[in-house]
């Protein structure tokens, strides 16, 4: 999907502004393979990693991405060349995950400001807006992610798009288990001109998928793209019983962009800084 390039997340390759080259998986004495999916994403974590310092505060993000970033995070530690970092995971499985691993981890009420957390995403546009939640960690990943100093944000090639919803998957709503449907309902109407459809997300037992704050997810489908991302955004936060959405806008201060020849870094002038200096 063609992206203008003046705002790309992956600029166009000229003599001046060349992406960063790609860190090497393999040795070099034998023919190079394609890189996978995972690979790239592995790739595009340990460049964030790089941005960490002894000492610092770090939000561990949840998902298929992020956890390439917590391992590496966890093999600084244990060969010593990060020493004093605390981890505020994002969700259960990535407690679980970096206890597993040996990472101290603390919580929001002993540290209320992060250094840096470090996510990945569903999508990202060219402004640096984000969706994320089709792992169902939304709400705590923006709960962390919203009093980060630094926020970066860790993708392959295809997660580019670009206009949020315009791919056809899932845009997640946590909302309460109590008067679920009726929630349902008045989101699907309120975005009836955009061709969109609400759906009840449910595990593989067929019964409703819990977060891990023991609330529903509804996902949105939108026919005919998101629209105004600020506007959608502020009319579905107005609707009684719902929690928080998959939206992130205006959060992500560096988005780190791998496909098969090289990695583009991107910082957005648009976020805030959160929420006294930047790292």
């Given amino acids: 999907m063609a ?35 995972d690979d790239l994403k592995r790739i595009a974590a340990y460049e964030a990693v790089d941005f960490l310092k002894s000492g610092m505060v770090v939000g561990l993000g949840t998902g298929s991405t992020a956890k390439h970033a917590v391992v590496r995070i966890a093999e600084l530690i244990n ?18 995950q970096a206890l597993s691993l040996g990472i101290p981890l603390s919580d929001l009420d002993r540290h209320p400001v992060v250094d840096i957390a470090i996510d990945g995403a569903d999508e990202v546009d060219p402004h640096c807006n984000l969706i994320k939640g089709r792992g169902g960690s939304l709400y705590r990943e ?11 944000v860790i993708v392959d090639k295809t997660k580019v798009v670009k206009n949020l919803g315009e791919s056809g998957h899932a845009m997640p709503v946590e909302v309460l288990q109590f008067g679920w449907n009726v929630t ?17 997300r449910t595990g593989g037992n067929g019964e409703p998928f819990l977060t891990d704050n023991m609330n529903y997810i509804v996902d949105l489908y939108f026919e005919k793209g998101i629209g105004d991302v600020k506007a959608t955004s502020d009319a579905i936060k107005r609707q ?33 800084l959160r929420p006294f200096s930047e790292v």
């Fill in 184 to 200: 349902l309902e008045r989101l699907q109407s309120l975005f009836k001109s955009f061709g969109c459809v609400a759906k009840l």
């Fill in 142 to 152: 923006k709960r962390v992610e919203s009093v980060c100093r630094k926020f970066i």
């Fill in 240 to 272: 009684i019983g719902v929690v928080e959405h998959g939206m992130f806008l205006d959060m992500a201060t560096t988005v780190i962009v791998a496909d098969s020849v090289g990695i583009s870094v991107k910082n957005n002038p648009r976020a805030e």
């Fill in 3 to 37: 992206i203008p390039s003046t705002h790309c997340l992956y600029p166009e390759k000229t003599s001046r502004q060349k992406p960063k080259p790609m860190l090497s998986l393999f040795p070099l004495s034998i023919p190079q393979p394609m890189l996978t999916q």
């Fill in 79 to 96: 060969t010593g060349k990060l020493e004093n970092i605390v981890g505020i995971p994002t969700s259960r499985a990535t407690e679980a």
